[in-house]
């Protein structure tokens, strides 16, 4: 006998996503060494920090090499200076300092979270999603063995066309976890207060706790949509959002991130989560990077905050490209439809008749583009690829170019 | 009904050690307002980063503000040109650069290590041991409900000065995880390579695996003590080794670490550790901060390497003095040991008659030095206070001025 490998991982299907995106555009490249393929693909920031972050985070790490600006371990929970700067900024009269955790970011977060809950919990999902949620929940047990109808014990909530990609709530059991990404990742879909509503008010109803992934609410341009859970009534007492630096500042290689845990969310037996959270936080994690803390602080401030919004802009005008190429003559007249919002870095584009996978070959075979398989986000983004905003712009311009002569 | 907490969490005994020693610090301290508490407790470091290594990193983040020095997410596991060059200075024919993985710290590989094991997998530690092992052990479930004996599933291995703090290994069960730390936290007793064979023998014949925590390595000054357990043959079969750059160049606060997944250790069914713990940080974490990796690489060039070495000989020249202190005539005259071997930044110090925090307290009251009890770490630390070598020089002579007067 031997140690016993934990069966979650046996249980998850074969491949992650982004890595089979990634070993096909290889050995695509590998076949055709000429090509010059560009990628609007993976959720990867291209553009450079801004500068007034990049030097906060410079200075903060030459000042590391001096007695006065040294620090070791800071608090596990985050700098109570940034801490307080959320606060602030991102969740006025709504979540307080204390209520806001630091972390290397929204995946691990993410990660992190599960080991809160009993290993019986229920888990729902938008279907599609961001494969993470349910992978964390296979790895700790609260999802088994995978089938063509997805993971034993998770409850996927389809979201489509019909629906305008926002579930039908009653599908969820009660007691659940809901995971909830808005703007949406991958449908770039943007839920409305009232549409939030509806679902706090349904979680509050059932005993659920709602995960709200909010990575990407600094592509929100339209001023009534909600940039936050805690805009809702009533959120305070059922979820935990979820956020990053990542799109909002292009952390994607600094890392820092946030959760925000109000003192309201109480487990079954009356203990708030809060307290279970930041007992995962101080001993199963020792704090996001010093440096990084310090570029968040610099994000927050007026000029990181006047810096951040143009480089999102940025990514918005591709997209808006993006949305102009695939309506293109030659898209309409397959019938391909564009779901874009305006608020979102994401372009949700279905191909009738088409395989996801089928598509993404076909497209980085003629156009050297590559793109997402939406099947890949679950069964319900099947005949559907998203497209990736994130880009420089002459790519994205080239990627358009190319795209607006492919024969569908 | 609502969501069920992880039970793990009401396991867990109430205080981390850690934030006990602080609260007691700053209860003191709102007492005691003109007292000028110095800290010879918690393993922080407090020397700045040296020149070279905080130049790299800030240069680093200066090029993230640039087109051509931009970079996005990287890969998980860690930047390939780190990985080859920790396993060309650090693990020469020990290991390869795929078997080394880039963390943000060994305190958060320690915790995602246990989700790699089945939850019935056994545990075994060192008694007295840092707190995390076996809290990470209970919150994913492998270990229960804690008693005066410690946790349930959990085999404590008594490290005392009669066994030389090497434990009887006949203890540890068939089919266990053994958590084993050298140098050790917090007796500082370093194995040598003749009880590391041992370990590793044992732990081949019994089908255990050993997560060998070597964070300290770089204290190491004797030549014949092993500084990675793959300096012993069979090592690469059954051991995990998890480091970290926080001692060796003074990254607390900067966080990065890395562990070693030889390819030959296996679980019961065959499969690879190193599959399972490549999914875990492909899915569950998303790779250190570029700008500490960028600091990691510099630290371990040829400029770095001899940086890093002069910090390290700081502390031990701390040590050094403490030592000379602690085996003065008033602790001489009260019975006290000093167990110190030169080859680690901590001191296990032997107060006969004393409990360990109230010792603590004495010598937080009458010399305003905070230290850490030994019971914290488990119920063979009692009558031990952990002394830290990690402080400025004048704070640790001024402690060392106050300790020779203090009256036992």
């Known amino acids: 006998m031997m140690i016993e490998r934990n069966k979650g991982f046996a249980n998850l299907a074969a491949g992650y996503l982004f890595p089979e995106v990634a070993k096909r555009r290889r050995e695509y490249q590998a076949k055709h060494p000429d090509a010059k393929i560009i990628s609007l693909g993976i959720g990867n920031t291209t553009e450079p920090l801004t500068p007034h972050i990049a030097k906060a985070m410079a200075d903060y790490a030459k000042s590391l090499g001096t007695a006065k600006g040294y620090s070791g371990y800071g608090d596990e929970q985050g700098n109570a200076e940034l801490r307080a700067k959320i606060a602030e900024v991102l969740y006025p009269k709504m979540a307080k300092a204390d209520e806001v955790f630091i972390s290397d970011g929204a995946k691990c977060d993410i990660a992190r979270i599960q ?67 808005s703007p949406n990742n991958p449908t770039g879909a943007c839920a409305t ?16 706790i709602i995960i709200f992934d909010a990575a990407y609410y600094a592509f929100i341009r339209d001023d009534k949509l909600p940039r936050t859970i805690y805009e809702i009534p009533g959120a305070r007492k059922c979820a935990i959002e979820i956020n990053s630096f990542s799109k909002l500042a292009g952390f994607t290689g600094v890392r820092l ?92 584009v279905n191909f009738p008749g088409w395989k996801s996978w089928d598509i993404f070959d076909k497209i980085l075979d003629e156009c050297n583009v590559v793109t997402t398989p939406g099947s890949g986000f679950g069964p319900a983004g099947e005949s559907y690829l998203r497209f990736s905003s994130f880009g420089h712009r002459k790519d994205v311009q080239e990627a358009c170019k190319r795209l607006s002569k492919l024969v569908l």
Do not use: H
């Open 115 to 181: 080991t809160l809950f009993g290993r019986n919990v229920k888990i729902s999902v938008q279907d599609p999603a961001y494969p993470v949620y349910v992978d964390g929940s296979v790895v700790v047990g609260a999802a088994g063995a995978s089938s063509k109808k997805g993971y034993k014990g998770v409850t996927y909530l389809p979201c489509t066309a019909e629906n305008k990609f926002f579930p039908e709530l009653e599908k969820i059991p009660a007691d659940s976890i809901i995971y909830f990404c």
């Open 193 to 208: 207060k009232a549409q939030l509503k509806k679902l706090v008010d349904y979680a509050n109803k059932n005993g659920c």
């Open 257 to 348: 991130g946030w959760s925000v845990v109000p003192s309201d969310v109480k487990f079954a037996d009356g203990t708030p989560v809060k307290q279970d959270w930041n007992r995962v936080m101080t001993t199963l994690f020792n704090g996001a990077s010093n440096i990084a803390q310090a570029g968040g602080l610099a994000a927050l401030d007026k000029e990181g905050q006047k810096e951040t919004k143009a480089l999102v802009d940025y990514y918005l005008e591709n997209a808006r490209l993006m949305e102009a190429a695939l309506t293109g003559e030659n898209f309409k007249k397959a019938g391909v439809k564009v779901y874009y919002t305006g608020d979102s870095p994401y372009l949700w």
